[in-house]
């Protein structure tokens, strides 16, 4: 398939201008931080093992969102603007073969980075020789995979929507204000409007999946039974609906786009 060769360009060219190895390194040392500080903790007596995922999670929330973005918004773009998607289009590829492998050849990158974070922060608990909550640190792995891979697809979307650089970065802020900050105030603000703008008596049982739906705050509620927390079961699975639901349909709304977009 051709969009093989597109992601194998994209992990190919993030080795060879040492992007990946960038990446990898910056997400080693902020787990590795993250992970230290979790042992002093512990030693004080002011933390258990599975407050390492917390430690996770405290340093993913934000780093996870922005190293997605960031990863993919100029991918398409940027070819758009220096004329590389002219000549790969003359080359045996099509439109979808470069959504998608851009895709692909991008989180396989990402992947690559938070597994060697979580490792170095593992590795540091190991060391000095504290216990591993394994299970707790495969389902955080797992969640922020998935918050990555809405994230990137939000990315990948914007890059083949959009017809300059400026734009796309532009965009990728007011994406990244939007459904990391600004989206926590929407369910109480439609709670608030919903109960003919008066303080509700009751949060509204629909509040928390309105919330949800901003990958941000879904992957917040997928980590709740990773830490311990009892969680509602549909919700969960809400969540996970939604991380899906981003990383399947923000490509292709942006193929859609760009397949009919005039070059």
Known sequence: MNWQLIARKEIGDAIRNRQLYALAATFALVFAVMAELHVRQVDRGYAVPIDLVDQFALAGMLLVPVTGLLLASGAIVRRRSNGQLTLLLGLPHDRRDIVLGTYVGRYAIFLASLLAGVLAGVAVVFVTGHAVPTTAVLGYLLASAGLGLAYLAVAIAISATVRTQTWATFAVFGTLLLLLFV?????????????????????????????????????????????????????????????????????????????????
Request: hydrophobic share 50%; net charge negative.
């Open 183 to 263: 989206w926590r105030f929407v369910p109480e603000g439609l709670a608030y409007a919903a109960a003919g703008f008066e303080e509700p008596a009751t949060r509204p049982w629909w509040t928390s999946y309105v919330g949800a739906l901003s990958p941000s705050l879904a992957y917040e509620q997928l980590l709740e039974p990773v830490l311990g927390s009892n969680a509602d079961r549909s919700q969960i699975w809400f969540s996970a609906a939604v991380l899906l639901g981003w990383s399947a349909l923000a490509p292709l709304v942006g193929y859609r786009r760009f397949a009919t977009d005039d070059l």
